[in-house]
C-alpha cells in the first residue's frame, strides 16, 4: 500500500501538463515536495469541462470502527467508495513524480524493510486515479490500488510489494477516467506495464 509519494516540480509545471488551471477555490498550500497520510497534495478535478488544479488532503476519514484514515482504495464494489466511483464530479487526477513502496521482507541482512521509489522515466509527471469527497471545510481524497495480472513477481512493482500497486494512467486515458460512466472507468483500473516503470 502505497504511502508516501513525491510531487518534485512546481504547481505551474503540474498545470502545464495537465492542461489545467489554478481553482481559486483552493485554500489549502502544499509545503513539501512529498505528501504522506494526512497532509495536502495536489488533484486535478474537472469542472464546468476544464481541468482545476487545487490541493486536498490526502485520506478520506475512516468508517465506523477504523482509526487509519483510508488512502488507498481497493474494494470497487463497497459502498464506501461506490458512491464516489459512480460520480464523475467525484473523480481526480492525483499529480505524481515518484511513489514509494516498503518490500514485504525485512533484509536478512540488516532485519530491516527496504523502500523502493518508482517513476516513469518516460514522464517526470504521471498521474493516479483518485476519487475525492468533502470533508468539513475542506476536501480529502484517495486513489485507486490494483493488482496485478497474473503472478505479481512478474511485474516490477509486485515483484517488492505483491499485495497492489497504484492505478497510474495513461495520458490518453485521463478525460475517460474523470467522466466516463463507472462501468467504462472502472477497467482503467490495472496494473500499469512494469515495462514503463522504473525502480531505485
Same mark, same amino acid.
Given at each position: 500500500?502505497?504511502?508516501?509519494?513525491?510531487?518534485?516540480?512546481?504547481?505551474?509545471?503540474?498545470?502545464?501538463?495537465?492542461?489545467?488551471?489554478?481553482?481559486?477555490?483552493?485554500?489549502?498550500?502544499?509545503?513539501?515536495?512529498?505528501?504522506?497520510?494526512?497532509?495536502?497534495?495536489?488533484? &486535478?478535478? /474537472?469542472?464546468?469541462?476544464?481541468?482545476? *488544479?487545487?490541493?486536498?488532503?490526502? @485520506?478520506? +476519514?475512516?468508517?465506523?470502527? =477504523?482509526?487509519?484514515?483510508?488512502?488507498?482504495?481497493?474494494?470497487?464494489?463497497?459502498?464506501?467508495?461506490?458512491?464516489?466511483?459512480?460520480?464523475?464530479?467525484r473523480r481526480c487526477l492525483v499529480p505524481v513524480t515518484e511513489f514509494q513502496e516498503w518490500s514485504v521482507e525485512p533484509d536478512p541482512a540488516t532485519g530491516k524493510k527496504t523502500k523502493h521509489w518508482f517513476a516513469v522515466p518516460s514522464r517526470?509527471?504521471?498521474?493516479?486515479?483518485?476519487?475525492?469527497?468533502? &470533508?468539513? /471545510?475542506?476536501?480529502?481524497?484517495?486513489? *485507486?490500488?490494483?493488482?496485478?495480472? @497474473?503472478? +505479481?513477481?512478474?511485474?516490477? =512493482?509486485?515483484?517488492?510489494?505483491?499485495?497492489?500497486?497504484?492505478?497510474?494512467?495513461?495520458?490518453?486515458?485521463?478525460?475517460?477516467?474523470?467522466?466516463?460512466?463507472?462501468?467504462?472507468?472502472?477497467?482503467?483500473?490495472?496494473?500499469?506495464?512494469?515495462?514503463?516503470?522504473?525502480?531505485?
Open positions: 500500500m502505497c504511502n508516501l509519494y513525491n510531487i518534485k516540480v512546481s504547481r505551474a509545471d503540474f498545470n502545464a501538463y495537465f492542461q489545467s488551471s489554478d481553482d481559486w477555490r483552493s485554500e489549502l498550500t502544499v509545503e513539501k515536495d512529498y505528501v504522506s497520510p494526512s497532509k495536502p497534495g495536489y488533484v &486535478v478535478r /474537472e469542472v464546468d469541462g476544464a481541468r482545476q *488544479l487545487g490541493v486536498m488532503n490526502w @485520506g478520506f +476519514p475512516p468508517p465506523p470502527g =477504523v482509526k487509519p484514515l483510508v488512502v488507498n482504495v481497493r474494494n470497487y464494489t463497497s459502498p464506501f467508495w461506490r458512491t464516489a466511483l459512480s460520480k464523475p464530479d517526470p509527471i504521471f498521474a493516479f486515479a483518485g476519487v475525492w469527497r468533502p &470533508v468539513g /471545510e475542506g476536501a480529502s481524497y484517495a486513489f *485507486l490500488t490494483c493488482g496485478y495480472d @497474473g503472478d +505479481p513477481a512478474g511485474h516490477i =512493482v509486485g515483484a517488492i510489494h505483491p499485495k497492489a500497486m497504484p492505478v497510474i494512467l495513461h495520458e490518453e486515458d485521463f478525460d475517460r477516467s474523470l467522466n466516463a460512466p463507472i462501468d467504462d472507468a472502472l477497467p482503467l483500473a490495472c496494473a500499469f506495464p512494469w515495462q514503463l516503470l522504473a525502480v531505485r
